[in-house]
């Protein structure tokens, strides 16, 4: 995961003012650079290898006295606790469908958070990404869920989901912002010049 520069972020901004000028609704951006911690991942996975290690090597080896096997277990807790901290290694050790869930919750905490439920005509979307779980999820409010349906930004997503994969996050944000403002144009054009939301990149 690369950090955003400051021009990449302006570039960001500058495609919500622009997509904005074409539609009604008010877009917000938010970048998270991993949805959970997942600090009990590691001690989870330790916790379980280290049960079964001293079982296996008292399988192999009968010899071995109570206190070495209770020391081999122990010592195997603590090393795989340090190892799986590292983030390439925890995130791998995680299911995709929890990953996934993570992310899709802390997209509807932002969606509250950044008050885009308040906007005068329910128009509110918020186009987020989490980059560890390299999730990207569209959530509009009933003023565009009226008009499109969760079908309507599948390729969208797609595309965007493609490039976060491939690092090119900040393209990705400015091409998903581009294309959500021509479909966004034909349903719900622009009629009033008000800006209600920030059009500034939100990072976690």
């Known amino acids: 995961m690369a950090l955003l520069t400051q021009e990449q972020k302006r570039q960001v901004e500058e495609a919500v003012t622009r997509a904005e000028q074409r539609t009604d609704a008010e877009i917000v951006?938010?970048?998270a650079p991993r949805a959970d911690d997942?600090?009990?991942i590691p001690l989870l996975w330790a916790s379980l290898i280290a049960l079964v290690v001293p079982a296996l090597v008292h399988f192999l080896n009968s010899g071995l006295t109570i206190y070495s096997?209770?020391?081999?277990?122990w010592a195997t807790f603590v090393f795989l606790s340090l190892i799986f901290r590292i983030p390439v290694l925890t995130t791998f050790m995680i299911p995709a469908r929890v990953r996934h869930w993570r992310a899709s919750n802390l997209a509807r905490r932002q969606f509250l958070e950044q008050k885009l439920h308040h906007t005068q005509d329910r128009t509110g979307v918020l186009i987020f990404v989490s980059e560890a779980e390299r999730y990207v999820?569209?959530?509009v409010d009933?003023?565009?869920s009226q008009h499109l349906d969760n079908s309507d930004w599948g390729s969208i997503v797609s595309d965007f989901v493609r490039r976060v994969a491939l690092g090119h996050t900040a393209q990705g944000f400015v091409a998903c912002i581009e294309a959500s403002a021509e479909l966004l144009e034909k349903h719900v054009p622009k009629t009033q010049t008000r800006n209600q939301l920030p059009n500034r990149l939100v990072v976690l």
């Open 29 to 31: 951006t938010v970048l």
């Open 38 to 40: 997942y600090s009990y």
């Open 69 to 73: 096997l209770l020391m081999l277990q």
């Open 137 to 139: 999820e569209i959530i």
């Open 142 to 144: 009933e003023g565009i």
